[in-house]
């Protein structure tokens, strides 16, 4: 019913509103009028009041100048979500609230392979609202989706758009990607960094963090680190001051074409190519391959040794975005999964490892 309701974002005209009055009577549509004709403007206002005392204003000063960025609380025991880069080095941190409330915050982990950091504040417990994160797994392209932040210093800004793109892949402040990003077209800019992309029922789908654009200044293509993998991190920062990750020991890349054709698979086919197995790592003490030729006619490859990752523990693995996500969001430390492996195109296997740490 909510998905349906959330559709209808401009101004419904009368013969609208009797249309779907009469799709109201159809009762194994499952629709109910009452939901549908609830004027959109209030949908955006319900939302903006629920979460907005959620979020924070977060000023930062560093040796080399400061900086401003937003936040939310994550729950009763003052614990303020927001990035890595917001708070990173700072050596004061003043954490403002909608009701005009200024509190110092004390920077109790920070992840920058996420580009996540957790904050905390000595609040009483009657002075937080925490808000509610909900399943970025459920996510579906088109979906209306709101930022607040505080953008040029501007606090407590909404702005609106949808979910442009799912599984997109960043950088985060180290030399692995962030996966599983999602792309929005919400208006994101230089001080919205920390703050929540929610959906319409007030809860947090992701945290805003990146943009792309020429000017720094929003050209609708901004990121959002998803909330499964946030409230991991957080949760990690909380509990143990850091976040571990996983690690295969390979670079790889999706199966481009060319592959496809050379070992006559179907064009649509997926998976990871493993291109190279890092020495002294967990891939490298397994039967996992890297790419070689194996033979070439007139300075063009014909035939190769190539292993292709298709699955981890039976979950379809169709690029290194997925692979990536999955490793983050589904697995820890020393953990033994099987991988499926197509080799040369020909064999099919399952082959066992130990995850190290990366």
Known sequence: MKQLRHHFIAPMTIGAIIALLMLAALPAAGIY???LVSHPNDVFTDAYRNASPSVVAISVEREEGGGNGSGFVIDKDGHIL???HVVDEAREIVVNFIDG????GTTIGIDRASDLAVVKVDLPAEQLSPIP??????????QIVLAIGSPFGQG???TSGIV????????GLTEFSIGGVIQTDASINPGNSGGPLINLDGEVIGVNSQIISETRSSAGVGFAIPSNLARRVARSLIETGEMRYSLIGITGFDVPLNVSELLGLPN???GVVVREVVDGGPAAASDLREIAEMRTLDNELVD???DIITAIDGVAINGMNDLITYLARKTHPHQEITLSVLRDGLQELELPLRLGSR
Request: proline content about 0%; charged content about 30%.
């Open 33 to 35: 009028a009452v939901d």
């Open 82 to 84: 927001t990035n890595a």
């Open 101 to 104: 409330a200024k509190v110092r």
């Open 133 to 142: 994160f909900a399943d970025s797994q459920d996510l579906v392209i088109g």
């Open 156 to 158: 407590w800004t909404l």
């Open 164 to 171: 442009s793109a799912l599984d997109r892949r960043i950088r």
């Open 268 to 270: 649509n086919f997926r």
């Open 304 to 306: 190769m040794r190539v």
